[in-house]
């Protein structure tokens, strides 16, 4: 893999120098061109374009998802021990001439956490574990009784609360793994338990397409899917007064914040957006959704929400009146929506979290540390039982860090993850217990709707 630096000096050469940069045949056309204009069989890492389709990959078809795009930062986050030798597997195209990155990779730091990381947890072991593997299976089996009895002896609202819970857990403890291509080597297994995300109202492939895009630009101001998916509603993104964004409303966001996030569950199950799968997020961010790989998902994605919707919103009616197969459907997604949402919202949304990491980059044109961007916007609570009700979410700085492990094994490298970070000066937010991390999101969720990070200082000068 070239250093970033030659790879600028790459994107002005043209024919036979192209060609050499590449290490191809002169009788080779490589070609240059803008990152808009990948086609859909193609991914662009470090500003060279590569054939996607080329070669099979061990993790599965499902990387396919990102074709037509610049993926360096998301290759980089799963890949955390790859090099050239790697990337040497895959057919080169060319180049792509507008490269840039607002990160960089192989600071200290990340040298640092991931030499000890693996120490704990030796490469190639870090898939899921027995205890994984049963915990997952419970809550498998338990959304499996609870769907039985909802639809051959209906609905209740005691069954409408634990089926509900139930399908959160699901989201939190098994699809999660699975769609990160951490609970196992097989990639078989982990499209699997990927698809519980189809099973719990929302969808494999529009979850990858948006949640692979948070994790690779996490709090970026432009970048991160999840950082505006709540608005106009909420405000999670604490922008300067007098932004267009902001509204009258958000003052008062922190009273209705919860309230707000109940309708997860209904703007997830009735969106459109499973109809073409290109989750409009992410779209905004800049990712390309045009290639055969989603293009050949969408029968599917379509079919398993039909039956979705058939089991959880139309068997009720099958049972009882239409206000009371009402009630219970939206009692089944609100007690869904709280425990998936709330604990989501608790992860970046915080006081004293990074909202814009790249800011030094945008300032003084030098990229910053991802692994240390990625510790700064996120905050950890809890321990291991925390983990087991969560999926190892309450550990999402070691999530973020790496994305690819299995969240049984965040309790072990946490303590290690919080000493190195003390060692380099980077901020580390853990909070002992759950409710101390969702006061510090509420507190955050109201300074960001008054905007009162931004109110004027006469006496400071500010």
């Known amino acids: 893999m070239a250093p970033e630096a030659e790879l600028r000096n790459r994107f002005h050469l043209k024919g036979k120098e192209a060609a050499a940069a590449l290490n191809e045949p002169e009788t080779t056309k490589s070609r240059i061109c803008k990152t808009h204009e990948l086609e859909g ?39 955390p021990f790859h090099s050239s030798k790697q990337l040497e597997k895959m057919q080169k195209l060319g180049i792509v001439e507008d490269y840039k ?7 200290p730091f990340e040298r640092e956490i991931k030499k000890e990381v693996y120490k704990i947890v030796p490469k190639g072991n870090d898939y899921g574990t027995w205890g994984y593997f ?24 005691p069954l409408a609360i634990v089926l509900g819970i ?21 990639p078989w ?21 948006q949640h692979w895009t948070h994790h690779a630009y996490t709090n970026h101001h432009m970048m991160d899917p999840d950082s505006f998916s709540a608005e106009p509603m909420l405000l999670f993104n604490d922008y300067p007064l007098g932004h267009p964004a902001r509204k009258w409303y958000h003052s008062f966001q922190a009273f209705f914040f919860l309230p707000a996030l109940s309708f997860y569950w209904l703007s997830s199950v009735f969106n459109a957006q499973i109809l073409d799968l290109k989750h409009r ?29 058939y089991m959880n919103v139309i068997s009720p009616f099958q049972h009882h009146g239409p206000f009371t197969a009402i009630f219970h459907f939206m009692l089944m997604g609100v007690s869904e929506s709280l425990v998936l949402s709330t604990l989501f919202s608790l992860s970046h949304n915080f006081e004293g979290s990074n909202r814009d990491p790249t800011t030094d980059f945008r300032v003084t044109g030098e990229p910053v540390c991802w692994f240390k961007s ?57 909070y002992p217990w759950i409710h101390q991390n969702l006061i510090s999101t509420f507190a955050y969720i109201h300074q960001a709707g008054i905007g009162s990070n931004w109110e004027l200082d006469p006496l400071s000068g500010n």
């Open 101 to 107: 990155t607002d990160y960089q990779f192989g600071t």
């Open 166 to 186: 139930s399908q959160a857990f699901i989201g939190l403890n098994v699809q999660h793994d699975g769609n990160h291509g951490a609970a196992s080597k097989k």
């Open 41 to 79: 069989h193609e991914v662009a890492i470090e500003g060279i374009i590569y054939d996607i389709t080329s070669f099979y990959h061990p993790g599965g078809d499902s990387i396919r998802i990102f074709g037509g795009n610049d993926v360096t930062v998301q290759y980089k986050m799963i890949h």
């Open 374 to 430: 990625q510790v700064e916007t996120s905050s950890t609570y809890g321990s291991h039982m925390s983990g087991w009700l969560t999926g190892g979410l309450n550990f999402q700085i070691e999530h973020h860090l790496f994305p690819r492990m299995s969240s049984a094994w965040y309790p072990y490298i946490a303590p290690k993850v919080r000493e190195i970070c003390e060692k380099h000066g980077v901020q580390y937010a853990y």
């Open 281 to 309: 997020g992410a779209e905004f961010t800049g990712m390309k959704l045009e290639n055969d790989f989603i293009s050949s998902r969408k029968k599917y994605a379509i079919a398993i929400r039909a039956f979705y919707i």
């Open 134 to 157: 049963i915990r997952a299976t419970f809550y498998i089996l338990l959304l499996a009784v609870c769907e039985f009895i909802w639809v051959r002896d209906g609905s209740s609202v």
């Open 189 to 209: 297994v982990n499209d699997f338990l990927g698809f519980g995300a189809d099973f719990i109202g929302g969808s494999k492939w529009l979850w990858m397409e």
